[in-house]
């Protein structure tokens, strides 16, 4: 049944995904690299964006990121002490701000079980730019405690906020979630963070065929003209536990197409350099887009590799760099916080590591063994973040 949420049989290694992601050495610097806001990789991609995980817990087990066959009981998870604290999180968010990021993402796991995190924001909110500009600081949350969080983490500086929302039915969304939690109460968390006065509040729906692909239109109906970015993002085959098959990706031009047969949408720029969705707008009576209505977005990162332009860099929460959503090694910077590192040292370290990034592997996706990817396991995105 073109419905039926039951997942295609699969075997799933049951196995801690951290010890098996490769731990290189962080690059000793011969000299002090100065942070003058201009870093690039090899292929001249500047750092603009730094994604934090503050947490490897999830109250949810949605299929695609979190199994129960792998994250159940007995599943451990780090421990408060592996964690980075807070002044170390934002020490390093400093350090990283001064090679040029304007933009700072908290993820998890569900950042909204991290304790005091709206003490975090604060402290975030605090840091400026090269420019001297306040950084973009915007979190993704599944929405299950975003009711009660919106207005402490607006009042503390975040800005904006990210939820993930897969569905609006409410039989199909518990079900995705795999722990029965209801679509309203992320419906009511939703409805805070714009009581709240957060901007740009945007909706992401992952889309799997034979799921939840039947919701498209429904899910456009209802966030259009509300205020709020609708995005759809293509099933991805982050990490090494979700089954992830290329039959079950309902690639983006089929999602505009869908959309477009039943509401008039009109190409949009991106709004900023290294941006993942490709925009659409509504479009009124005249064929124009109408900001009323608002837009919606798409994320093709299976079927429309963006490596080529992608400023991302991802720092895990027991203080892992990774440069790669898809990376099978990250470098410890933990060590150095906890060390006897400087800043100028830790701040050369992270300019060593960009300077030798030369990673794309949604472009070479193709040619790369299916259950590998750059040629080790593939960290799991409920420890990377996405």
């Known amino acids: 049944m073109g419905h039926n949420l039951r997942m295609a049989e699969r075997v799933i290694p049951i196995v801690d995904q951290r010890s098996k992601v490769l731990q290189p050495q962080v690059p000793a610097a011969a000299t002090h690299t100065l942070a003058t806001g201009q870093l690039y990789d090899t292929r001249a991609r500047p750092l603009r964006d730094l994604r934090i995980s503050v947490t490897d817990r999830c109250n949810f087990r949605c299929g695609y990121c979190m199994p129960k066959e792998v994250f159940g ?3 451990r998870y780090l421990s408060h002490d592996d964690l980075l604290r807070f002044e170390e999180i934002t020490r390093l968010a400093r350090l990283f701000m001064a090679h040029g990021v304007h933009k700072i993402r908290l993820t998890g796991g ?10 975090l924001v604060e402290q975030l909110a605090e840091l400026r730019t090269t420019e001297g500009r306040v950084p973009d600081l915007t979190l993704t949350t599944n929405g299950s405690l975003l009711a009660r969080k919106a207005r402490a983490l607006k ?3 975040l800005q904006r906020v990210t939820v993930s929302l897969d569905s609006l039915d409410d039989a199909v969304f518990r079900r995705m979630n795999d722990v029965d939690f209801p679509v309203a109460e992320v419906l009511a968390g939703i409805e805070a963070a714009q009581a709240a006065g957060l901007a740009h509040i945007k909706v992401n729906m992952v ?26 993002i293509e099933y991805m085959d982050v990490g090494a536990t979700n089954g992830w098959r290329m039959d079950q990706v309902v690639p983006s031009a089929e999602v505009i197409a869908r959309l477009r047969a ?3 949408l009109v190409p949009l720029a991106p709004s900023a350099l290294g941006e993942t969705a490709q925009r659409w707008g509504w479009a009124g009576a005249d064929g124009r887009h109408d900001p009323g209505l608002g837009e919606v977005g798409v994320i093709s990162s299976v079927t429309q590799a963006f490596c080529g332009d992608c400023n991302r860099a991802r720092l895990s929460m027991e203080g892992r760099l990774y440069l790669c959503l898809f990376a099978t090694q990250g470098w410890d910077l933990r060590s150095l916080l906890r060390g006897a590192a400087s800043d100028a040292q830790i701040s050369a370290a992270i300019a060593n590591i960009w300077q030798g990034r030369s990673d794309r592997y949604s472009e070479l996706r193709a040619s790369l063994p299916a259950d590998t990817g750059t040629g080790g396991r593939r960290i799991e995105m409920s420890y990377i973040g996405g």
């Open 155 to 157: 009042d503390a500086g």
């Open 110 to 119: 569900e950042p909204l079980l991290r304790k005091h995190l709206e003490r």
């Open 262 to 264: 039943e509401l008039p």
């Open 73 to 75: 009981k007995e599943y």
């Open 207 to 232: 889309v799997k065929r034979g799921t939840n692909d039947h919701e498209i239109p429904r899910m456009a109906r209802h966030f259009r003209g509300t205020g709020i970015t609708l995005r759809f």
